[in-house]
């Protein structure tokens, strides 16, 4: 992860010394020496994404390319609210450790899984959850896409839901490898940590809207930022309705900022019509050049 970035730009291994200095362990190591056991811990895999998003975010800043909207999904909303003007970097990452950390215990504390399900609604799959929730808690985390919705909660809640979305027509049910039922009401002990940890940062009204991941409306004011980032924590991540409430209200074309690309095969599936490009690695930021 960012490995390209860090061996070309001295800036970006300052960013990850800053990082170091803050998290209190060298994540530059981590993430580029692994080992992947360690990086797939969500206290691991919070702070290796918000670094290398952040790096990649300023070098889009300084090609020129500005951005009228944000939005990011669940950890990716961190990074948006920093490349946004809402949050320092500094105060950005500590945030992010204390999310991940708090996370990470609350799934300890309360066992829980994830599964992505296809091919089913979401008027649907809200109906199975409810009715599942008989065997344990389980409920709707992420509105991926029209077809791609994820499900959280308790292990046998899970189990039951997805037993019950193959019997209703689902075309795919796929168990995730996480530590924990992320946004869902097990992740409530991460509530009071994290409300302790917006309590001690600033945070400014944001230079362009970010789209929530709760409303799916963008956000303008720094008073509505930590509300929404600890409801954020046992709230569906409503992905479809602020890529949709974004485009809706202006957006031209859309680029996704950090590793992977996954938001952009979803954004293929939202709204075929929408460009969209990913922006990961040394090669990709280039390419702005010619944008």
């Not at 800053?18 to 811990?41: M, N, S, Y």
């Not at 990011?72 to 500590?94: I, K, M, R």
Request: glycine fraction near 8%; aromatic fraction near 4%.
């Amino acid at each position: 992860m960012a490995q390209d970035l860090f061996d070309a730009h001295s800036e970006v291994r300052e960013l990850y010394d800053a990082a170091a200095d803050i998290l209190g362990f060298d994540l530059a190591r981590i993430c580029f020496d692994g080992p992947e056991d360690a990086l797939r811990q969500t206290n691991m895999t919070q702070p290796a994404i918000f670094v290398h998003s952040m790096a990649l975010s300023r070098f889009v800043a300084e090609k020129g390319l500005t951005a009228a909207m944000m939005a990011g999904h669940s950890l990716g909303e961190y990074s948006a609210l920093c490349a946004a003007g809402a949050l320092t970097f500094a105060d950005g990452l500590q945030l992010v450790k204390v999310r991940g950390e708090l996370m990470h215990k609350a799934g300890e504390i309360n066992a829980g899984t994830m599964a992505a399900v296809i091919g089913l609604d979401a008027d649907a799959l809200n109906k199975i959850c409810e009715a599942a929730s008989a065997r344990g808690v389980v409920t709707v985390a992420n509105y991926n896409s029209p077809a791609q919705i994820v499900i959280s909660g308790s292990i046998t809640g899970v189990e039951r839901a997805m037993e019950v979305a193959n019997e209703a027509g689902a075309k795919k049910v796929v168990p995730l490898v996480v530590g924990g039922a992320f946004h869902s009401p097990l992740m409530e002990f991460a509530i009071s940590g994290l409300s302790e940890a917006l309590a001690a940062v600033q945070v400014a009204d944001p230079k362009v809207p970010v789209y929530s991941n709760v409303t799916s409306e963008p956000v303008l004011k720094a008073s509505d930022v930590k509300r929404l980032l600890l409801e954020q924590l046992t709230s569906p991540v409503r992905w479809v309705d602020g890529i949709n409430a974004m485009i809706a209200d202006g957006a031209e074309k859309l680029y996704e900022i950090g590793p992977g690309n996954v938001l952009t095969g979803l954004q293929r599936r939202i709204d075929r019509s929408m460009r969209c490009a990913p922006i990961n690695t040394l090669e990709q930021l280039n390419e702005l050049d010619n944008e």
